[in-house]
């Protein structure tokens, strides 16, 4: 009798586990300006791509109008951080086997072969992620330094 309530046990544990992990946000919302819609911020695994932590999510688009979905994000850490934490991913993370190259401040990050256009101009969308050193002083997050832009297929349920 002990058995099975111990099983029980566990079994609800795994259970409820498994269902707080695949709902978790991909990363924090940035707050939203008063005059726009809320908008729902994509399951870290639909991404497939470790979020950089401590970045807000300042928008996302998951349309039929854009062969990729992206997540648009924003932190206070200087580009080269962001970057360093990428670079870790390439080799012991999500992003193994991908590719960087550095643009004047702008870096990105890619799959495949030659880079790519990420929304498909120029042959088949491929996820890649672009950094960038904000030029502006963004008026929801005025201390924001870094936009990280992430272009995913989105991981299907199996």
Not at 66 to 95: I, R
Not at 104 to 109: A, T, W
């Given at each position: 009798?002990?058995s099975?309530l111990?099983?029980?046990?566990?079994?609800?544990f795994?259970?409820?586990?498994?269902?707080?992990?695949?709902?978790?946000?991909?990363?924090?919302?940035?707050?939203?300006?008063?005059?726009l819609p809320?908008?729902?911020?994509?399951?870290?695994?639909?991404?497939?791509?470790?979020?950089y932590?401590?970045?807000?999510?300042?928008?996302?688009?998951?349309?039929?109008?854009?062969?990729?979905?992206?997540?648009?994000?924003?932190?206070?850490?200087?580009?080269?951080?962001?970057?360093?934490?990428y670079?870790?991913?390439?080799?012991?993370?999500?992003?193994?086997?991908?590719?960087?190259?550095?643009?004047g401040?702008?870096?990105?990050?890619?799959?495949?072969?030659?880079?790519?256009?990420?929304?498909?101009?120029l042959?088949?969308?491929?996820?890649?992620i672009?950094?960038?050193?904000?030029?502006?002083e963004?008026?929801?997050?005025?201390?924001?330094?870094?936009?990280?832009?992430?272009?995913?297929?989105?991981?299907?349920?199996?």
């Amino acid at each position: 009798m002990k058995s099975r309530l111990a099983v029980l046990v566990l079994i609800s544990f795994i259970f409820m586990f498994c269902n707080a992990i695949a709902g978790e946000p991909y990363a924090p919302k940035l707050k939203q300006a008063p005059n726009l819609p809320e908008t729902e911020v994509p399951d870290k695994g639909e991404v497939g791509i470790s979020p950089y932590p401590g970045a807000l999510v300042a928008g996302w688009e998951h349309s039929g109008d854009l062969p990729l979905p992206y997540v648009d994000m924003m932190t206070v850490d200087k580009a080269t951080k962001v970057v360093a934490f990428y670079e870790v991913q390439m080799q012991h993370g999500s992003m193994k086997g991908w590719k960087h190259q550095q643009t004047g401040s702008r870096h990105e990050f890619w799959q495949g072969g030659e880079f790519p256009d990420p929304l498909g101009g120029l042959g088949d969308p491929t996820p890649a992620i672009t950094i960038s050193v904000f030029g502006y002083e963004h008026p929801r997050m005025p201390e924001a330094k870094t936009r990280i832009l992430i272009y995913y297929e989105p991981v299907k349920e199996k």
